[in-house]
T-cell receptor, first 111, second 113 residues
Framework: GIQVEQSPPDLILQEGANSTLRCNFSDSVNNLQWFHQNPWGQLINLFY???GTKQNGRLSATTVATERYSLLYISSSQTTDSGVYFC?????????????FGKGTKLSVIP | EAQVTQNPRYLITVTGKKLTVTCSQNMNHEYMSWYRQDPGLGLRQIYY???????DKGDVPEGYKVSRKEKRNFPLILESPSPNQTSLYFC????????????FGPGTRLLVL
């Protein structure tokens, strides 16, 4: 199956700092999403981004499908950004539908 | 409001006592899935369904059953729960053959004693 690797596994930031999270995947995929899991366990959609660049406020994401990686940028981090960030890739076709998650990046933003 | 709902949100049970976790979506999505999340292992797909009466195994289907009799509902059944099924469970749905955003439910925390 498809392998998804995220880095770094853990990240501690001072409030106001910027960061880049990376997601590498091992094969061509149909789509890619970034999620934020908050401290209460909820999974929140951040971006649906099979290719290209998207921005939403302080967050932006870029996926280079031909090179099999995606980046999530967090600017001017806030304590509410803390949690775990997951990348998930979808392979669908020939009767299968497999969504594979990376193991996540745990982000802690300290005041 | 577009949403995926799961019930119950929290459940404590004992080994061997059959249970069902319900999942419902109001977006008329064809695709629905179940995942479990465990520390150090991330989220793993248990079962998925591409439409009514069509279900298939994901990465970790052992010990679970599902059914898809209606488009909106996709219950997860544990016929004889065991302690190794203690986990956080998520249901998700999407449309357009999965080419769009996956919407996740709020999660169900299950403890099997």
């Amino acid at each position: 199956g498809i392998q998804v690797e995220q880095s770094p596994p853990d990240l501690i930031l001072q409030e106001g700092a910027n960061s880049t999270l990376r997601c590498n995947f091992s094969d061509s995929v149909n789509n890619l999403q970034w999620f934020h899991q908050n401290p209460w366990g909820q999974l929140i959609n951040l971006f649906y981004i099979p290719s290209g660049t998207k921005q939403n406020g302080r967050l932006s994401a870029t996926t280079v499908a031909t090179e099999r990686y995606s980046l999530l940028y967090i600017s001017s981090s806030q304590t509410t950004d803390s949690g775990v960030y997951f990348c998930a890739v979808l392979f669908s076709g020939a009767g299968s539908y497999q969504l594979t998650f990376g193991k996540g990046t745990k982000l802690s933003v300290i005041p | 409001e577009a949403q995926v709902t799961q019930n119950p949100r929290y459940l404590i049970t004992v080994t061997g006592k059959k249970l069902t976790v319900t999942c419902s979506q109001n977006m008329n999505h064809e695709y629905m899935s179940w995942y479990r999340q465990d520390p150090g292992l991330g989220l793993r797909q248990i079962y998925y369904s591409m439409n009514v009466e069509v279900t298939d195994k994901g990465d970790v289907p052992e010990g679970y059953k599902v059914s898809r009799k209606e488009k909106r509902n996709f219950p997860l059944i544990l016929e004889s729960p065991s302690p190794n099924q203690t986990s956080l469970y998520f249901c998700a749905s999407s449309s357009e053959q999965g080419q769009e955003t996956q919407y996740f439910g709020p999660g169900t925390r299950l403890l099997v004693l």
